[in-house]
C-alpha cells in the first residue's frame, strides 16, 4: 500500500510539473502584459494568479516530500508545523482562499463605481465576504486537523463555498456585461471562462477529497481534472488580457 501510495504521488508530482510549468509561463506573460499598462485591475489580475501559482507549488511540493519520503513532522517545530500544513494541502488552501477575496476586490473594482476600494466595501454581504475569508483562513490553519481525512474534506468544501459565493456573482456580471457592452467584450468572456474554470477545479477538489475520506488512495480522475482546468483558467485570462480593448484597462 505504502508502494502504492508512493507510485500515485509520483504520477501526481510529474503531471503537476508539467502544468506548473504552462502556468510559470502564462504568468510571465502576464507580468509582461501588465508592464506595459500598469492598472489596478491588471496588478489585481496578476496578484490572484501568484496566489494560485503559490498553492499550486505547495501542492507539489507535498507530493515531493512523499515521493522522496522526506518527514519533518515529528518535533514539534515551526518547520514542522509548515512541513505539516504543506503536506495536507493547507497551505495551498490558504493561498487560493487569498485568491478568491482578491477575486472579490476585483469585481468591485471593475463593476463598482469610485476610486477608494475601502468606500466600495460599505453592505452586509462585503461584510460577510471579509468574515468569511477570516473563518476560512483560522479554520485551515489552526482548527484543521493533521491525517483527519474528515476535516479534509470539510475544509475544502468551506474553500469551494466561499469560491461559489464570490464567483457565481462575479460570473453573473461578467455574462451581463459581455452582453449588454459592446466595448471589452472579449475580456469579460474570457473571465467569464476563468471564474467557471477556477470553481469547477475546487469542485472536482472536494470530489478528489471525498474519494479519499471513502478509502481510496487517491488520484482518481477529478484529480487530474482539478489540473487541466487551472490551465484553461489561467489561459482564459490571458486570452482577454491580451486582446486590444482589455489591455486598454
Request: charged share 10%; glycine share 4%.
Amino acid at each position: 500500500m505504502v508502494q502504492l501510495i508512493i507510485l500515485l504521488n509520483f504520477i501526481g508530482m510529474v503531471f503537476e510539473l508539467f502544468f506548473f510549468i504552462i502556468a510559470v509561463f502564462l504568468l510571465i506573460l502576464l507580468f509582461r502584459k501588465y508592464r506595459i499598462k500598469r492598472y489596478n485591475r491588471t496588478r489585481l489580475l496578476f496578484i490572484i494568479f501568484l496566489n494560485y501559482l503559490v498553492a499550486f507549488l505547495f501542492s507539489w511540493l507535498s507530493k515531493f516530500f512523499v515521493v522522496f519520503q522526506i518527514n519533518m513532522a515529528q518535533d514539534g517545530s515551526i518547520i514542522a508545523w509548515f512541513y505539516n500544513i504543506i503536506l495536507d494541502f493547507r497551505l495551498s488552501a490558504l493561498f487560493v482562499t487569498f485568491a478568491i477575496f482578491l477575486s472579490y476586490i476585483l469585481k468591485l473594482n471593475i463593476f463598482e463605481e469610485g476610486d477608494n476600494i475601502i468606500e466600495k466595501f460599505n453592505d452586509i454581504w462585503d461584510n460577510i465576504v471579509i468574515i468569511y475569508v477570516m473563518f476560512t483562513s483560522v479554520f485551515v490553519l489552526i482548527i484543521y486537523e493533521s491525517g483527519n481525512t474528515f476535516l479534509d474534506v470539510l475544509a475544502s468544501l468551506i474553500v469551494l463555498i466561499y469560491m461559489v459565493m464570490v464567483y457565481v456573482p462575479f460570473l453573473q456580471r461578467a455574462l451581463q456585461a459581455y452582453h449588454g457592452i459592446q466595448d471589452y467584450k472579449q475580456a469579460f468572456l474570457s473571465l467569464a471562462m476563468m471564474l467557471i474554470s477556477f470553481m469547477l477545479i475546487f469542485l472536482n477538489f472536494v470530489i478528489d477529497r471525498l474519494f479519499i475520506f471513502l478509502g481510496s488512495p487517491g488520484f482518481p480522475i477529478f484529480y487530474f481534472l482539478v489540473w487541466i482546468f487551472a490551465i484553461v483558467g489561467i489561459f482564459g485570462a490571458y486570452y482577454g488580457y491580451k486582446s486590444p480593448k482589455s489591455s486598454e484597462e
